[in-house]
């Protein structure tokens, strides 16, 4: 929920370079999401349309969905390609030909993948570790690391010598507050259900002031389901406005006068961004913010507005801004002083400039006289199909409104619902649309089973060569199909497509294993965790291997070495629990195994080995409660 005053462009009129040639292009690819709402505002259209309004650069910006980044071979031809937060391994390749080719490939990172955001639901990325451990691998490979938050630049230091912080900023200048009744205070919050626990922060010190102040009333945005959340309020004096569209978040806040930006102290928290207090700025709102990082930078407590540490200093702040109208005139106006700073035409030059920088220590010169130029509009995406949007006075294209696009990710959303076969008879619909593209089949391959999956798979590989996911997701089919030989030859070859992939290796290897041909194993096991440091799943094979043959030191340092990337990972926990279990370091191993517990898929095995942690510290009474759970999650 953030953003201010940004109009949706008229995707007829045409730019007012139309016509020009530029030296550079830019290409950002990311996730599949709208484009007027969500970070995709921030991250995507904002940066990309303000880049375009530079002299000499042509700028698209589309999904991983979008068939004509591949059919016009815009990932390659790119000066600079831009992959915001993606988990694609099929741009592995990509990035390895980019480099061999002279062209700068930048990632961008916009929040801790690692740490479990405020909800008790795990994401896919947590659930799949060949996923979970892609993010860092791309961020590793790409030229330069590109980062939402100082917080998070300390948090992934390492997986970049070369990085810069771009928070998100405003499009426009904020205008004059509107004008509020006197005879009434609203405070407000707008989010989503994934930040239910940080508006349950707020409701005790809100319950309080309602109590004492009956000029108050609340007023909340969001999703339907945060209705239950604000039932201990009076549902007289609650307003709710259910979440929507940019200009409805704008007429939200321009109907509060203090808005709360309460935040739980979580690892994924302390490393967002503070766009809640730009957005309270931007509209002439008071904003009260959690003393975390993401405001400590930008609130000074009475001059930009005000910091809390927990409820109970929230109801104080509130109780001391109800009873100063002064300072509810007065904050605002310096903070919207602040706001006009964060301007996103302001921060286009320094974001070319990192990506300039980055080519020259990498050897590579960007839009140099000699290398092609590129028309804007590019002719082969103003095809009607694409539904390219084009922005007044940029050169900038944003493709991700096709029909394929659309049926794309209305597919995936369908199969997340668990409508399987009305997910596969919409890849059909659009491989029929797209015949050439190997989108669709690849799709159909991840969610169809049998010799439809397999087929499908087969087209996706032909079509695209360099998708080491295509062979990938094929050898998985024909392996549990029973085609072991196929499986073997699928894996190698996306083994040799994309040897930091890692995923290949580690199949390869528990195939050998299987087959009793343990040194095969762990030299593939070795192979996979050398190529893709952040797959834990093949450091936990080797560990398991060493620990079977009694070699619990040498599992121990291999599973500390993994604990360094990814410190909350369950399963690594848990096996580095049990290791010290065996050690009999006891508290080591509580330590890691309470860790474990946060996510687990096994919860049995976890507490099974927590139990007997708990004996070995003499805590009988912890160690038999927690072995009755452990026979509760059997």
């Not at 609203?186 to 994934?194: C, K, L, M």
């Not at 309020?233 to 109907?255: D, I, K, N």
């Not at 974001?351 to 002719?379: C, D, E, K, N």
């Not at 995936?412 to 015949?435: N, S, Y």
Request: contains cysteine; proline residues 7%.
């Amino acid at each position: 929920m953030s953003g201010a005053g940004l109009r949706p462009p008229a995707t007829s009129a045409p730019p007012a370079q139309s016509g020009d040639r530029s030296a550079l292009l830019v290409v950002q690819i990311g996730p599949p999401e709208l484009l007027d709402r969500g970070p995709a505002t921030h991250r995507t259209l904002q940066p990309c349309r303000a880049l375009g309004e530079l002299a000499d650069l042509t700028v698209v910006s589309g999904f991983t969905l979008s068939p004509a980044l591949y059919s016009e071979g815009l990932l390659l031809a790119a000066d600079v390609l831009v992959l915001r937060e993606v988990a694609d391994p099929d741009l592995l390749p990509i990035i390895a030909a980019r480099r061999r080719q002279g062209r700068l490939t930048a990632y961008e990172i916009g929040c801790d993948f690692f740490a479990s955001s405020t909800t008790d639901e795990m994401t896919a990325t947590q659930s799949d570790l060949v996923a979970r451990s892609l993010v860092p691998q791309l961020a590793r490979q790409a030229d330069c690391l590109q980062l939402a938050s100082a917080a998070l630049e300390t948090r992934f230091a390492a997986l970049n010598p070369r990085r810069a912080v771009f928070p998100s900023q405003l499009w426009e200048a904020p205008g004059l507050p509107p004008v509020r009744p006197a005879d009434r205070v609203v405070i407000g919050w707008a989010g989503s259900r994934a930040e239910r626990n940080d508006l349950l922060l707020a409701v005790p010190a809100l319950v309080g002031v309602l109590e004492r102040h009956p000029e108050v009333r609340v007023a909340i945005l969001g999703d339907p389901e945060l209705r239950t959340t604000l039932a201990p309020l009076p549902a007289a004096r609650v307003s709710f406005m259910p979440a929507g569209s940019q200009e409805r978040y704008h007429r939200f806040l321009e109907g509060i006068d203090i808005g709360i930006a309460p935040l739980a102290p979580t690892p994924f928290n302390r490393c967002s961004e503070d766009l809640r207090f730009i957005d309270y700025a931007a509209h002439g709102v008071l904003p009260v913010c959690a003393d975390l990082e993401p405001y400590r930078a930008v609130v000074r407590p009475g001059q930009t507005g005000f910091l809390f540490r927990d409820g109970a200093e929230l109801e104080t702040v509130l109780e001391r801004v109800l009873a100063e109208p002064e300072l509810r005139a007065a904050i605002p106006a310096r903070a919207a002083s602040y706001a006009n700073e964060r301007l996103e035409r302001r921060h286009a030059a320094a974001r070319l400039g990192f990506y300039l920088s980055a080519a020259a220590q990498m050897g590579v010169q960007l839009g140099g006289t000699a290398g092609p130029r590129h028309a804007f509009p590019p002719p082969a995406l103003m095809d009607a199909r694409q539904a390219a949007r084009l922005f007044p006075d940029s050169s900038y294209l944003a493709l991700g409104g096709g029909k394929v696009e659309r049926l794309l990710i209305e597919g995936l959303r369908q199969a997340r619902d668990g409508a399987t076969l009305e997910a596969c008879r919409t890849f059909d619909v659009a491989e029929q649309l797209a015949p050439e593209s190997h989108l669709p089949p690849l799709l159909l391959g991840t969610v169809a089973s049998g010799e439809t999956a397999i087929g499908a798979l087969g087209r996706a590989e032909a079509r695209n060569p360099l998708s080491c996911q295509a062979a990938y997701r094929l050898g998985e089919r024909l392996l549990a199909g029973g085609d072991q030989t196929g499986a073997v030859a699928a894996f190698e070859r996306a083994r040799a497509i994309a040897p930091g992939f890692g995923a290949p290796q580690e199949r390869l290897g528990a195939l050998a294993e299987a087959a009793g041909r343990i040194d095969d194993a762990c030299r593939l096991y070795e192979e996979a965790a050398l190529q893709n440091s952040a797959f834990a799943l093949p450091i936990a094979r080797l560990a398991t291997i060493a620990q079977r043959n009694g070699r619990i030191d040498k599992a121990v340092g291999l599973l500390e070495r993994s604990l360094v990337d990814d410190p909350d990972l369950w399963l690594t926990n848990f096996l580095i629990g049990r290791s010290y279990v065996e050690l009999k370091r006891f508290h080591q191993a509580r330590v890691h195994l309470l860790r474990a517990l946060e996510g687990a898929d096994e919860r049995a095995a976890v507490l099974t080995e927590l139990a007997k942690a708990e004996a070995g510290l003499g805590n009988a009474e912890a160690a038999r409660d927690t072995l009755e759970e452990a026979e509760r999650a059997h």
